[in-house]
């Protein structure tokens, strides 16, 4: 079992940084592969950003170059570094963990979830 908090989101103005983290409980964090994904109001929620137990890193391609996944196994955590944030980046972003060994950017493919926090990017 693992649980996931995540912190971090807040107001920022276009062209500005944030970064995310999520701490999880347990004792196999470093066993997990480590998505962010996201949901804006009134969209499905999305793919962001995957590490994988190995350190190797997926992006989708709207976040690529601007937003950066990185994972500390000591401290059981996971973030993401957002730069040069716009307003389509408003949503709220989960993290998520998912045992397999396979990378995957769908949301059924991950077995726990954290609650979420809100990003919200003005213009």
């Known amino acids: 079992q693992v649980q996931l908090v995540e912190s971090g989101g807040g107001l920022v103005q276009a062209g500005g940084s944030l970064r995310l983290s999520c701490a999880a409980s347990?004792?196999?964090?470093?066993?997990?592969?480590m998505g962010w994904f996201r949901q804006a109001p009134g969209k499905e929620r999305e793919f962001v950003a995957l590490?994988?137990?190995?350190?190797?890193?997926y992006y989708a391609d709207a976040v690529k170059g601007r937003f950066t996944i990185s994972r500390d196994n000591a401290k059981n955590a996971v973030y993401l570094q957002m730069s040069s944030l716009q307003p389509e980046d408003t949503a709220v972003y989960y993290c998520?963990?998912?045992?397999?060994?396979?990378?995957?950017?769908?949301?059924?493919?991950?077995?726990?979830w954290g609650q979420g926090t809100q990003v919200t990017v003005s213009s």
């Open positions: 998520a963990a998912d045992k397999s060994f396979v990378p995957s950017v769908l949301i059924n493919a991950y077995d726990y």
């Open positions: 347990g004792r196999t964090f470093s066993s997990y592969a």
């Open positions: 590490i994988m137990r190995t350190g190797t890193t």
